[in-house]
């Protein structure tokens, strides 16, 4: 664990969002890039905090199960989770309408790669808090690669796996600038903001030959490994890239409207328009697998206690963003075999 004396910051949307921390590396969260500052300046709309610290057990000690602690506008909310070996596993969230914060103690974050029914990674937690501020501030995230062609915006949207980061890579190779790898962000008025801070990117096979001739590393030792043993390949954990090295900040678009949407499926090679309806289903149901918010068990106690976030708000202002984008924007279904084919087609188009 990172120096608790020490503090870091990510940029998470270019003059908007931002997210403080005393550490670098949150389980479950975004890939993002962490820089070391020496305050915190909250000069943007939406900043976040994220400490690993001592925190005290609220609860009952006597109690076997895990366990909530909160009370009515008490404007935080506290669960302790049992582990083996009397270990406790603690997780705060508090001050949702001023300086929105989460803290874990260090058996949580010790163990914050483990996912078991209700306990997760402390950055699902903090990625659930973002969209929901996001969202309540006006800022729809979005699971979509962007880029930019003749000044309008073209937004790549599917499920997790689907090649969105080499879909983008050969459009950037290609000539267009690209405005977001992962997490699309929009407003009201369908506008794309430029968004450099979060990636998904991790290492796939043929990657390292499309992006900028910069070669990507190959973790050697787990590829031996699944070489001779196969099933292993699919719990290797290959590490994540800095967006910034394969795709520079030179290459950020400026802000610009979305004009085109393809939703990318796997199958034989085809792209098609699509209706609104079809595209509105698509899309929020591709939306609410990657934001899961609403379901987030930490923000809805919260708002039981405190009234905010409402979810009901949220969920409404995410599908009407999503409704106006389908309504103002060309919307295809493009199937493909793999990422290069998926490009050809979304080459043919705009």
């Given at each position: 664990m990172e120096d608790k004396q020490k503090m870091y910051c990510a940029v998470i949307l270019d003059g908007i969002a931002?997210?403080?921390s005393?550490?670098?590396n949150i389980s479950g969260f975004f890939p993002v890039n962490y820089k070391e500052v020496s305050e915190i300046k909250r000069e943007v709309k939406i900043s976040l905090f994220f400490f690993v610290t001592d925190l005290s057990d609220k609860t009952d000690n006597s109690s076997a199960s895990d366990?909530?602690?909160g009370a009515c506008n008490s404007n935080s909310i506290h669960r302790?989770?049992?582990l083996p070996c009397s270990m406790k596993a603690i997780i705060e969230l508090s001050d949702l309408n001023n300086q929105p914060t989460i803290k874990i103690n260090k058996t949580y974050y010790r163990m914050g790669k483990v996912r078991i029914n209700d306990f997760c990674p402390p950055g699902m937690h903090l990625k659930d808090l973002l969209s929901a501020s996001l969202i309540d501030a006006g800022y729809i995230p979005v699971h979509s690669a962007s880029i930019v062609a003749e000044n309008e915006g073209i937004m790549l949207i599917g499920a997790a796996g689907i090649g969105k980061t080499s879909i983008l890579a050969y459009a950037i190779q290609n000539g267009y600038s690209y405005l977001a790898d992962d997490m699309t962000v929009i407003d009201a008025d369908c506008?794309?903001?430029?968004?450099?801070?979060?990636?998904?990117?991790?290492?796939?096979s043929g990657l390292e030959k499309i992006v900028n001739g910069k070669k990507v590393k190959n973790n050697s030792v787990m590829d031996n490994i699944s070489s001779v043993i196969p099933p292993l390949k699919?719990?290797?954990q290959k590490p994540y890239l800095d967006i910034n090295m394969l795709f520079?900040?030179?290459?950020l678009a400026d802000r610009a409207k979305a004009g085109k949407v393809f939703v990318l499926t796997k199958g034989s090679s085809n792209v098609e328009k699509i209706s609104q309806e079809q595209a509105f289903h698509r899309i929020i149901t591709i939306n609410r697998m990657e934001f899961a918010y609403s379901g987030n068990q930490l923000l809805l106690l919260y708002s039981l206690f405190n009234c905010w976030p409402d979810m009901n708000t949220l969920r409404q202002k995410e599908e009407a963003a999503i409704m106006n984008l389908v309504t103002n924007a060309d919307c295809y279904l493009c199937s493909a075999p793999n990422p290069q084919e998926h490009f050809k087609?979304?080459?043919?188009i705009i």
């Open positions: 931002e997210i403080y005393n550490v670098k366990y909530y602690y302790k989770y049992r506008n794309i903001y430029p968004c450099s801070g979060i990636s998904s990117i991790a290492y796939e699919n719990i290797s520079p900040q030179s290459e087609l979304i080459n043919s």
